[in-house]
């Protein structure tokens, strides 16, 4: 990198020195390719000045001219994320050198990568037999073809994405209309399971059969691949369409390729304590994420980062990331009091703090840091309580949540119903039990008159301590509503919960008590039926089970 590059870079990222608030109505864009410079452009527009963090291997850091020539660019990796929406510090790594940047937002962009099929086919790369990003970048080595095959899902699924690269290829070789005579130019498309569900695909695959693209379809038998000396590709099988055999062997072959993830994402979302999914892409199978949100607030993944996608979807999460990003910003630039979280926080008690560190692996918003001493940060912290429940040293407490509201419901209610009625603690999240009961109750369905209806801002917040709590102010039985796997506003307030239920539950086994009385149910806001039918049906096994304080006494 030139001496100019590096005085621009320190400048960058020693400015944080300098300003009293350095990460005020900044971005960090963490990508290396042209979605990432589209963004900063984007941004730019809005006012808000972007900051580039591409690879160190990137072009521009040898001097190259780049789309991030208008943008000021880091070269170097992410070691840390820490603080929250609105005010992060980004520890980095460039040219071994470790220095921070402040930014209000941050926003992955890092590009997919394109893995083409030779191998998996049995192909050689050559003149004849190419990858399909080489006819998409240059489609002219396809001009003076006579025949040729595309390969599509042949291998693996077939992609939305490159079947809409394959079909433009197809729609700008062949003649636009009907009327012309049919083209000298022929073009097979060999497919697997072929997607086209997606948006206008449908149109797309019609269109190209009505220039004359020819489709191969093989859903048992794939055809049988062979190559020449010369490079040319064979072809051999049977039509399951017409049932007909064929022997094919095109002037050019177009060989399909396999997107994937960037693979940076593993260490990435490690280093900055973010979910992944299955496919290995920085976002979370959860729907309180869709579409460009992460379990940290004020980090955002978009277009190649999250998902395999087309360029319309690019666009709009594009769109909804400048979106989201303007709102933190504009947030920060309020006045303190509103900088803050309006809902429940969690605070650490620093005199009870053993700093057994527990807070910090379990929080699953990076809400938590060292500062020397375990710290919530307000502006990350998401108020599910699972830090607290957790903390084997009770030194946590929630904000705007009152600790012995539940101890109190739970006795008045064993004051008020008939005796021959059982007491059932149930300890439901806002978002989901508490909410669909709530319908229940709306749509004029009554609930037991033994419930003692505590509401928690997440399952997640529920403790061992709070279950054996219940017990020991007049409760019959624990129900515990939570959301669905996939569906929790915190990812794992589910899990959190079933596992201390089962913690409770195994203790009730070994102290001879009916582990049944303890039960965990997960429903959405809008199962009011589900929510009152789980409601009634642990009713009726705790009027045969009996009282519990009888079942003590035995």
Request: hydrophobic share 40%; aromatic share 6%; proline share 6%.
């Amino acid at each position: 990198m030139g001496n100019k590059a590096v005085e621009k870079q320190n400048n960058i990222l020693n400015q944080s020195t300098r300003n009293s608030d350095p990460a005020e109505g900044k971005a960090l864009i963490i990508g290396g390719g042209e979605y990432a410079a589209t963004l900063a452009q984007a941004f730019l527009k809005e006012n808000i000045r972007p900051v580039i963090l591409a690879p160190p291997e990137h072009p521009a850091r040898a001097g190259a001219r780049t789309a991030f020539d208008f943008a000021e660019t880091i070269f170097g990796e992410a070691l840390f994320c820490h603080g929250g929406a609105g005010r992060f510090t980004i520890s980095i790594d460039s040219a071994g050198k470790k220095k921070s940047l402040c930014a209000s937002v941050v926003i992955l962009a890092k590009e997919t990568r394109r893995l083409p099929l030779f191998e998996s086919h049995g192909i050689k790369e050559n003149p004849r037999a190419i990858s399909l990003s080489a006819a998409v970048s240059d489609s002219g080595r396809l001009a003076d073809a006579e025949n040729i095959v595309f390969m599509v899902g042949l291998k693996q699924e077939s992609d939305p994405v490159i079947f809409e690269e394959i079909a433009d290829i197809c729609l700008d070789l062949l003649p636009p209309s009907d009327d012309l005579p049919p083209p000298k130019k022929k073009i097979y498309i060999f497919a697997g399971n072929l997607k086209v569900a997606e948006n206008h695909l449908e149109s797309l695959y019609r269109q190209t059969r009505r220039q004359g693209a020819v489709y191969f379809k093989f859903t048992k038998n794939p055809p049988k691949i062979s190559q020449g000396a010369d490079g040319r590709v064979l072809f051999q099988g049977v039509d399951e369409s017409t049932r007909l055999p064929f022997v094919i062997s095109p002037d050019m072959t177009v060989v399909d390729e396999m997107i994937v993830p960037s693979p940076d994402f593993k260490a990435l979302s490690r280093r900055m304590g973010l979910e992944m999914d299955e496919n290995g892409f920085i976002q979370g199978d959860n729907v309180h994420r869709f579409s460009v949100r992460t379990n940290r607030k004020g980090i955002f993944a978009a277009g190649p980062a999250r998902k395999i996608q087309g360029a319309d979807g690019d666009a709009r999460d594009a769109a909804l990331a400048l979106s989201h990003s303007r709102r933190v910003i504009q947030r920060m630039a309020s006045d303190s009091k509103n900088r803050e979280n309006d809902g429940p926080t969690a605070e650490i008690n620093p005199g009870s703090c053993v700093f057994c560190l527990t807070c910090l692996r379990s929080c699953p918003h990076g809400a938590v840091e060292l500062a020397p001493n375990p710290t919530i940060i307000k502006e990350a912290c998401e108020g599910c309580g699972a830090c607290r429940s957790l903390c084997p040293g009770n030194a946590i407490s929630m904000t705007g949540l009152d600790e012995g509201a539940a101890d109190s419901k739970i006795k008045e209610t064993r004051l008020n119903p008939p005796d021959h009625l059982p007491v059932i603690a149930s300890f439901c999240c806002a978002r989901s039990g508490a909410a669909a009961l709530e319908s229940a109750l709306a749509a004029g369905q009554p609930l037991p008159r033994g419930l003692a209806l505590i509401t928690l801002p997440c399952a997640a917040a529920i403790s061992v301590e709070s279950i054996y709590s219940a017990f020991k102010n007049g409760a019959d039985g624990v129900l515990i509503l939570s959301c669905h796997d996939g569906n929790c506003h915190s990812g794992k307030g589910h899990a959190l919960a079933r596992e201390r239920a089962d913690y409770a539950a195994d203790f009730f086994k070994k102290i001879k008590m009916d582990p049944k009385r303890i039960k965990t149910a997960s429903l959405a806001s809008n199962m009011a039926g589900a929510g009152l039918k789980i409601l009634t049906d642990f009713e009726q096994f705790l009027m045969t089970a009996g009282r519990f304080s009888n079942q003590k006494k035995q």
